[in-house]
């Protein structure tokens, strides 16, 4: 029997090859050399599931693979024809010698312990097969107590809701649909505790990420026996894809990062290879943002804009974003009926186009961002009077209409050609812009296109999903200097794989703070911060100052009318951005330490990487007269001397810094700081120097 050991960080997979040829797992987890070697030599091969088990190979079990074959054959039989290891990468070759298809198992181990692992399936059959589902991963988990947490579930403004249940018997399935916005419902991001409740800093976790930006499955099988067999990929409904001779699909990536520390460290190592390899420029600190969105909507003029634009520098803000609202010179968007595929400035609104903003904005030393959403058209717009054939659609039937648009069928050339030259013309007529915002406001719908044959319409979502990053791929090429947003109705494309061409992610629609500050938790358990944009609203009417440190604890900016600010509250936002400016390399780049999770109260730390700085969040969400305790930080230097700042802008309050002495990093961590906070919607900052 021939072993094979994948792993990155020492967690992986290790799999036999029996005396069938059969690929067998005989380990998933951390530790798996160790394992290995543990594994008694002569125990049967039937001990041990297969690795990647087809249709009909497994027949009590849900496949990985189930393809209908070109003659029709309905299963699938893998035997391993080839073990590839080359640096970081190991491929397995399964094939079906019966029917003639080759399918790859591929696993390229990253640094910080990421594994990440997807499959490739190539025709090698006389005609066209049918890919029913094919999983990216399906591994088995060892578990007794297999605790699983998801997030979503819910729907626009409820995107990143954080469930954790414990698996019983029966198959839990976590999916999205939609194709376009996929993750506003489910996010494809999990935790799985195979002994209990995850803790922080204890335990065996496990994350998962599927790196897809269409639908995606995740389906966890747990039997009586102490399993459960994991199934990751893009979502299979209504998608089966015919693949013609001689040709290769490839799933999306799904990645892994194990912990038999708790979450906290699987977190923080999980980030730093975010920022590295998943995010783009993920080193480069984000400026703090103002968004005219909540503010104005689409009622607008140049005045007001400018207005906005002095306001946001007066506040020492360094980017000026103008959102939805300022296209469709035939068709004006004065609401969401109209304009959208019409990228004219409405010179009704702005006489003179963005140019006197942009100018402005240059000139009181600020950045100026502009929102698109380029893959979309109302039917109130002169692109859909010229093109109603250039929509996602069937033949038969009417497209439907979803806040009032339509996607368009980017499959087409002419299609993908008119969005790249979109955002190419904008920014070539407006070199003062250097931050774009990409949204996109309805699902796919009617799922078909004319580029397709009428076999293989159900390829649609996928190929709807790669046309799609093609384009963004494309964007993000042409114009390496912008800086860009993903964002979709709110947290509707927040995968590991879009963001490669992306800076950050807008996670919601719902910016309450106290809402926010859950859903920032929960996304932090897989998003460094510098990617999860953050705007202080008037949403729900919270306390700015407590709205301004929910903000700060990621990429800091606002979404607010500036002009209507008290003479207190201006004070409270201009501390904050001086504050914000002050600690954002640790928290852009520093590592988390999630301390106390939302509840009552909520807390949280960004330390540098060399222990140097910290900056400490507390929150308090509800009103508690009685003391919680100390609030323990994580991460510091226990033989170092920190001189403790504490902040509390909060209005009215003077001076808004105090010196809070000097304590020892083991103090710091052992006794902690004082909870300082009673009142719901409260909030304080410390930041911790040492000074050696
Ligand atoms: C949805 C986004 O999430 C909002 O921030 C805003 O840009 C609107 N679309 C504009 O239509």
Known sequence: MTSIVVSSGGAGYGFLVDDQGRLRQAGFGPDIDTHMQHLAAGIPNGLYPLAYPAYDEESTHAPALRVTHS???????????????????????????????????CFHAEDHGVLRQWVSVTNRQPGAVTLHEIAAASPLLATASPHLTHFGGGDWAAEWTTTTEMLTPGTKVVDSRGGVQPHLRSCPF?????????????????????????????????????????????????????????????????????????????????????????????????????????????SFDTDRLLGLIDHTA?????????????FGDAHPRDDDTAGLGDWQVDEGKLPG????????????????????????????????????????????????????????????ADVADFVCGVVDRILAENPGISYLKWDANRPLTDPGSPTLGADRQANYWI???????????????????????????????????????????????????????RMQ???????????????????????????????????????????????????VCRRAVQL???????????????????????ALAYVAPDGQRAVVFAFQLTTRSDDPGPLRVGGLHPDRTYEVASFDFAAGTQPHRTDAGRRS????????????????????IWVLQSDS
């Not at 914000?580 to 909520?602: M, S, T």
């Open 353 to 412: 186009g963005l140019g006197p903003l942009i100018a402005r904005a240059d000139e009181r030393g600020i950045r100026f961002g502009l929102w698109v959403e380029p893959e979309m058209v109302n039917p109130d717009s002169t692109l859909y009077t010229e093109h109603p054939d250039w929509v996602v659609g069937q033949p038969k039937r009417r497209p439907r209409r979803w806040r009032d648009q339509f996607v368009l069928d980017v499959l087409q």
């Open 665 to 684: 990093g083991k103090a710091l961590m052992e006794d902690g700081l004082e909870w300082p906070l009673r009142d719901a919607c409260t909030a304080r």
């Open 314 to 326: 007066d506040l020492g803000a360094e980017l000026f974003l103008l959102d939805d609202g300022w």
């Open 190 to 298: 999990f935790l799985l505790a195979p002994d209990g409740l995850p803790e922080e800093s204890s335990g065996v976790a496990l994350a998962g990420a599927l790196a897809w930006g269409g639908n995606t499955r995740f389906a966890f099988e747990r039997t009586t026996a102490p399993t459960v067999r994991v199934w990751c990929g893009h979502n299979p409904a209504a998608a089966e894809y015919v693949l013609d001779p001689g040709t290769t699909f490839v799933t999306p990536e799904q990645i892994w990062i194990w912990s038999t520390e708790g979450v906290g460290p699987l977190s923080r190592r999980l980030h730093r290879w975010v920022r590295q390899h998943a995010v783009r420029d993920g080193d480069a600190l984000r400026p703090i943002v103002v968004n005219n969105w909540e503010a104005t909507s689409f």
């Open 463 to 517: 190929d709807h999903a790669r046309a799609t990053w093609r384009l963004m791929e494309t964007v993000a090429d042409r114009h390496p200097d912008q800086t860009l947003m993903l964002c979709a109705s709110g947290g509707g494309r927040v995968d590991l794989g879009s963001l490669r061409w992306f800076h950050e992610v807008w996670l919601s629609d719902n910016t309450d703070p106290v809402d926010r500050l």
């Open 580 to 602: 914000y400016r002050d600690i954002r390399p640790l928290v852009q780049q520093g590592d988390l330490w999630r301390l106390v999770p939302p509840g009552e109260r909520a």
């Open 71 to 105: 003659d029709g054959t309905t299963t699938t039989r893998l035997k391993v024809e080839d073990v590839r290891a080359v640096g970081p990468q190991t491929d397995i070759l399964l094939v079906d010698p019966d029917c003639l298809l080759e399918v790859s198992l």
């Open 521 to 571: 938790w929960a996304a932090s358990h897989f998003l460094p911060a510098n990617v999860v944009a953050a705007h202080v609203t008037r949403e729900c009417d919270r306390p700015i100052a407590f709205g301004c440190a929910v903000a700060m604890s990621a990429r800091f900016g606002f979404d607010l009318d500036l002009a209507n600010l008290t003479d207190d509250e201006q004070t």
